[in-house]
């Protein structure tokens, strides 16, 4: 058990419902209620254990059980820098989403900074996630730091997103690991999304530090070789020192959008302290986005860390896109 007095815990007030009056449990965390979602947030919480994980979401499913016996079509959980969560946490966590009333339409799970967690959570949360699968719309998931992760636990959630979760419309997803994630992950999930999640119009994915992540696995994220997503209007990506990933990468990227994504409104790449990357990447980028420029209307590239890329090229892209697109905004 621990005290209220070690834990650090924020409670943010969602923007949407009538708010009740915050339950502050005995461990010192806060838990928020409105009509339609539930936000429980232990960020920063370095002393909570496994079983004080499970504890607290009995608390939560009691009052959930009294207040809203229809169950609350939102769910965000945060467990951020709780250094003594395991896999037994997790596990009690998605005993509890597996209990929890089928009526879930979105899904937030931020679990940042937890060492002790491994793929053997990623295999409970993807087992969890089959319970809500034809209700879930939105799906947020966030596994930044958790440095045991590989693509075997990665891609066990990803494929049963893919299979089970139909009429998911947003899907995002941040990750990190050295070694252990490579360009398998981006492979299944974009396989995933072009065969099953068809409804699908906002994806944004996020990789840190995974340094074996190259230029050929982010030619998928342009879909390439699959159908053109025509429901896809929203493509976020970023990439913070990966330095497999270059500008060669970039500009093959730029192809397969052009080729596959055709009814895609905004893009954000985002592209920092990564491989080298020249005025020359970026131009032939500029180049292959020919007729995704006509149909852009936001475009945002943020490359940092690149003193090879000119002044001059920057405003040439800034050019073309400005001739086409009916809004756009670079940051380089």
């Not at 496994?50 to 769910?75: A, F, N, S, T, W």
């Not at 252990?180 to 396989?191: A, F, G, H, R, S």
């Not at 999640?197 to 906002?202: C, I, K, Q, T, V």
């Not at 086409?324 to 670079?330: G, Y």
Request: aromatic residues 8%; hydrophobic residues 35%; positive net charge.
């Amino acid at each position: 058990m621990i005290s209220s007095n070690k834990i650090t815990s924020h409670f943010h007030t969602p923007p949407l419902g009538h708010i009740l009056k915050p339950l502050r449990t005995k461990w010192g965390c806060f838990f928020g209620f409105t009509h339609n979602q539930i936000i429980a947030t232990l960020s920063q919480s370095r002393s909570i254990s496994d079983g004080d994980i499970r504890r607290l979401l009995g608390e939560v499913q009691k009052i959930q059980k009294v207040h809203y016996c229809k169950g609350l079509p939102r769910l965000s959980i945060s467990l951020k820098e709780c250094r003594q969560i395991s896999d037994k946490g997790v596990k009690n966590l998605s005993k509890f989403l597996r209990k929890y009333p089928r009526c879930l339409q979105s899904i937030s799970i931020d679990i940042v900074n937890c060492n002790k967690v491994t793929d053997q959570s990623l295999f409970y949360l993807a087992s969890a996630l089959r319970n809500q699968q034809k209700y879930v719309k939105q799906l947020s998931l966030d596994f930044t730091h958790c440095s045991h992760l590989t693509d075997r636990g990665a891609v066990r959630i990803i494929s049963q997103t893919g299979r089970h979760m139909q009429y998911l419309s947003k899907f995002a997803m941040s990750i990190s690991s050295y070694y252990k994630i490579t360009d398998k992950t981006i492979i299944k999930l974009c396989n995933n999304v072009s065969r099953g999640l068809r409804e699908m119009n906002s994806l944004t994915l996020r990789f840190y530090q995974c340094r074996n992540i190259t230029d050929q696995g982010i030619e998928y994220l342009g879909f390439k070789n699959k159908r053109k997503l025509e429901k896809l209007k929203q493509l976020s990506l970023s990439f913070f020192e990966c330095p497999k990933i270059t500008g060669e990468g970039l500009a093959q990227l730029g192809f397969q959008i052009n080729q596959h994504l055709t009814h895609l409104k905004k893009l954000t790449l985002n592209i920092t302290a990564c491989g080298p990357v020249t005025t020359e990447n970026v131009q032939l980028f500029g180049s292959n986005m020919t007729q995704c420029f006509g149909i852009l209307q936001q475009l945002t590239m943020i490359l940092a860390y690149y003193w090879k890329v000119t002044e001059e090229i920057v405003i040439e892209l800034t050019r073309k896109i400005c001739q086409n697109a009916k809004v756009s905004k670079i940051l380089l």
